[in-house]
């Protein structure tokens, strides 16, 4: 369980703004331990498979916007109008990619970062404090929900994003005085 990993990336809009430190900042103060990291512009084809992860998420991702926004459509069509604004989105600029390591690090990262929408994010989250944007918003403007941070949403998805951005060589293991503070069951090896 110390072991679990998790996917962070800074998209385009958090590295224009200077928040590459306070979004590690945030995450390294719980605990979690950084094992991965890099930046690059993703392409189109990187983007796409990275939303793709699960073969449904087209369809999935579209009936449940026509589902909040009550209406009759195609969820494929639907879904596929999404893609294309997340890929553009996170194709516009440099991102920074992260692997962070520690118990339970999905869901305290989920917990962390906030909702997608950061609107309704609560006030000490990442997108709570540092994004005012909406889905309102982004749809008048035919685009995504700007929110800083993508954040895996399980386990199994974490172990596939990963595996997507990351070659194996990438990831380093390696053990920090903090893992015995954190996960030690007596705190053994911290006196001399």
């Given at each position: 369980?110390?072991?679990?990993?998790?996917?962070?990336?800074?998209?385009?809009?958090?590295?224009?703004?200077?928040?590459?430190?306070?979004?590690?900042?945030?995450?390294?103060?719980?605990?979690?331990?950084?094992?991965?990291?890099?930046?690059?512009?993703?392409?189109?084809?990187?983007?796409?498979?990275?939303?793709?992860?699960?073969?449904?998420?087209?369809?999935?991702?579209?009936?449940?916007?026509?589902?909040?926004?009550?209406?009759?459509?195609?969820?494929?069509?639907?879904?596929?109008?999404?893609?294309?604004?997340?890929?553009?989105?996170?194709?516009?600029?440099?991102?920074?990619?992260?692997?962070?390591e520690g118990v339970h690090a999905v869901e305290v990262v989920r917990k962390i970062t906030g909702g997608t929408e950061p609107k309704t994010s609560d006030v000490g989250t990442i997108r709570?404090?540092?994004?005012?944007?909406?889905?309102?918003?982004?749809?008048?403007?035919?685009?995504?929900v700007r929110n800083i941070v993508h954040a895996s949403g399980t386990v199994e998805e974490a172990k596939i994003e990963i595996d997507h951005w990351f070659d194996k060589g990438e990831i380093?293991?390696?053990?920090?005085?903090?893992?015995?503070?954190?996960?030690?069951?007596?705190?053994?090896?911290?006196?001399?």
């Open positions: 369980m110390t072991k679990e990993r998790t996917l962070v990336i800074i998209k385009p809009d958090g590295v224009q703004r200077n928040l590459i430190g306070e979004v590690i900042q945030r995450y390294e103060k719980v605990g979690l331990k950084l094992v991965g990291t890099k930046m690059l512009v993703p392409t189109d084809d990187q983007a796409k498979k990275h939303y793709t992860t699960d073969p449904d998420w087209v369809e999935k991702t579209g009936k449940k916007v026509l589902e909040i926004a009550n209406k009759e459509g195609n969820s494929i069509e639907e879904g596929e109008k999404i893609l294309k604004r997340l890929s553009r989105y996170i194709t516009a600029g440099p991102i920074v990619c992260m692997v962070w709570g404090d540092y994004v005012i944007d909406s889905y309102e918003l982004a749809n008048i403007d035919d685009r995504s380093v293991k390696y053990t920090l005085i903090q893992d015995a503070v954190l996960y030690s069951a007596d705190l053994k090896g911290i006196v001399e």
